[in-house]
C-alpha cells in the first residue's frame, strides 16, 4: 500500500511538471503578440509565427482607419476555421505578389468583428473605399477568383 502512494505521488508530482512547464512555455509564445492580449486561443497562439498571417490589425486601428475614411483591404478569418486555412496560404502570397496591403482581422480572438463589420462566415474580404464598404468576398475560393476580386476591388500599397 505504501508504494502504491509513494507511485502516485510521483505520477502527481510528474503531471504538475508538466502542467506547469507547458503553461510557462504557453505564456513565453505569447508575449509581445500582435494582438496585444495576455492570453491567446492555442490556435492563435500556433499562428503567431507563420509568415502568412503577420499583417494583424486591432479592432481600435481597423475602426479609425474607417473613420478616417481609408481605403484599406481586410481578410476577417478565425484562427480556427479549416477554411481560412486554406484560404491563408493563397491569400498572402498573392497580396503581397499584387503590391496589396491585406489587414487582417482574427474574429476568434476579436469577436465582436462579427456584428461591427456584419460577417456572416469565414473567410471574408472586405475592401472598404473612403471608410466604407465597396466589396466583399466571402468563402474559400481559387487563387484565379481571388486574384480577380483583388484585380477589381483592391488598392495597391
Known sequence: ????????AIIIVLFSGVAILTN?????????????????????AALLED???????????????????EDITVYYFQSTCEYC??????????????????LQYNLLEFEQGWDDYGIQETPT???????KEVARITGLTSEDEYR???TENSQKK
Open 51 to 69: 509568415e502568412n498571417y503577420q499583417n494583424i490589425i486591432l479592432p481600435d486601428e481597423l475602426d479609425q482607419k474607417l473613420k478616417d475614411k
Open 85 to 102: 486555412k486554406q484560404a491563408t496560404p493563397i491569400l498572402s502570397p498573392l497580396a503581397e505578389e499584387m503590391g496589396i496591403d491585406l
Open 24 to 44: 510557462m512555455q504557453n505564456s513565453e509564445k505569447v508575449e509581445d503578440n500582435p494582438y496585444g492580449k495576455d492570453t491567446l486561443h492555442p490556435e492563435t
Open 125 to 131: 474580404i472586405v475592401q472598404y473605399k473612403d471608410g
Open 148 to 150: 480577380q476580386w483583388f
Open 1 to 8: 500500500m505504501k508504494k502504491v502512494l509513494i507511485f502516485l
